[in-house]
């Protein structure tokens, strides 16, 4: 798990695409990565919230990384993956249009750049620039707890489950 206030160089990277951008989350936040299950929808639960599907037994929610960051329902395709997330907040798959290369950051990541929504800064490590463009590195744990996702946590707490 990162600290976004540790340094990140040689930070190792699971990176993504969604929407023709590249995303990345810390590798020891990713406990695994798959095609696309079959996904439940949860009546009177959040946008963000695709629903949950069965990982060998256990019930994982599924976030729409997409509506999370406020552009419109990810649509599954032939690529599309899921990205399981495993923080001390929880574990949650995060749907994804494709995966993209392993990579390994040299060097510090710089803070989300000013005109970048607030809530969705606060999604972010950072950025990296690249050789083929910017890597918005999310935390793991900042997913996970998002004000969207949290009334859902926050139900599962009270009626002695694990979302």
Avoid: Y
């Avoid at 809530?119 to 996970?144: E, K, N, P």
């Amino acid at each position: 798990m990162v600290d976004a206030r540790q340094g990140t160089e040689n930070l190792r990277l699971v990176c993504f695409e969604l929407r023709g951008q590249e995303l990345a989350l810390p590798i020891g936040d990713v406990r695994e990565t798959l095609p696309v299950q079959p996904v439940t929808r949860v009546f009177l639960t959040p946008p963000s919230l695709a629903g949950v599907f069965s990982l060998r037994g256990e019930i994982v929610p599924v976030i729409d990384l997409g509506v999370l960051l406020g552009l419109p329902r990810t649509e599954v395709g032939e690529d599309s993956k899921i990205v399981v997330v495993e923080h001390k907040a929880g574990t949650a798959g995060i749907i994804v249009d494709r995966l993209r290369d392993l990579r390994t950051l040299d060097a510090a990541l710089d803070p989300p750049p000013a005109n970048v929504a607030t809530d969705v800064a606060g999604l972010l490590l950072g950025v990296a620039a690249t050789s083929t463009g910017t890597v918005r590195v999310l935390d793991a744990h900042a997913v996970i707890t998002s004000d969207s996702l949290r009334v859902l946590a926050e139900t599962a707490d009270e009626q002695g489950r694990t979302p």
